[in-house]
């Protein structure tokens, strides 16, 4: 069993070229999650990587609306982020025990922030026109801890109805449609 840490490792080594690539004229582009333009979508991912930072040092989360982060080197800072996570979730004991408001398994947290930075890169890659090859073992740990987290993330309205995807469809698409994403989804033509 892979550490969260490396996992976490080789899931914002497949982000961050999806950040980077983002093209400023299209940050008013949709995404995926309808709720989301790419600026926005952008925002929220800096926050839920903060969030899960903090959260892997046993440290309170700051929920409410995420600040603008599409701001100065964003996308630089996007990456030193992305590390200071891993760093956070490598630290000794960050999968022991709970964590968190809601007293999850620290490992269930962990793998929250997994899906977050896979799931979304996803998004921000279809939206912005970018190519998104998530990490194979990334994949493998996701497809039975989203099937696990499904029902309550569907109750907390964090995950849609799952979308109806072929058999054959790949470990990835699946796990896109567990939280309620068409694997298929394109942009809008202008």
Not at 35 to 48: C, P
Not at 76 to 94: D, I, K, Q, S
Not at 104 to 129: E, I, K, N, S, Y
Not at 161 to 171: H, L, Y
């Amino acid at each position: 069993m892979k550490k969260i840490s490396e996992l976490l490792d080789a899931a914002a080594g497949s982000a961050l070229p999806v950040v980077r690539g983002i093209d400023d004229s299209r940050l008013d582009d949709p995404t995926p999650c309808a709720e989301y333009a790419v600026r926005a979508l952008v925002s929220h991912l800096a926050q839920v990587v903060a969030n899960f930072t903090a959260l892997a040092a046993r440290r309170d989360a700051e929920h409410g609306e995420a600040p603008d982060a599409v701001t100065g080197d964003w996308r630089e800072r996007f990456g030193e982020e992305t590390a200071a996570l891993v760093e956070a979730w490598a630290a000794p004991g960050a999968e022991e025990g709970t964590t968190g408001a809601m007293g999850f398994p620290a490992r269930t947290v962990g793998h929250m922030v997994l899906g977050d930075l896979t799931v979304h890169a996803w998004d921000l890659a279809r939206a912005t026109g970018q190519e998104f090859v998530p990490d194979a073992d990334v994949v493998d740990e996701l497809g039975p801890a989203m099937e696990a987290m499904a029902p309550k993330a569907r109750e907390a309205k964090v995950f849609g109805e799952p979308f109806p995807v072929p058999d054959g469809a790949s470990p990835f698409a699946r796990v896109l449609a567990l939280t309620g994403r068409d694997p298929g989804w394109q942009p809008p033509r202008a």
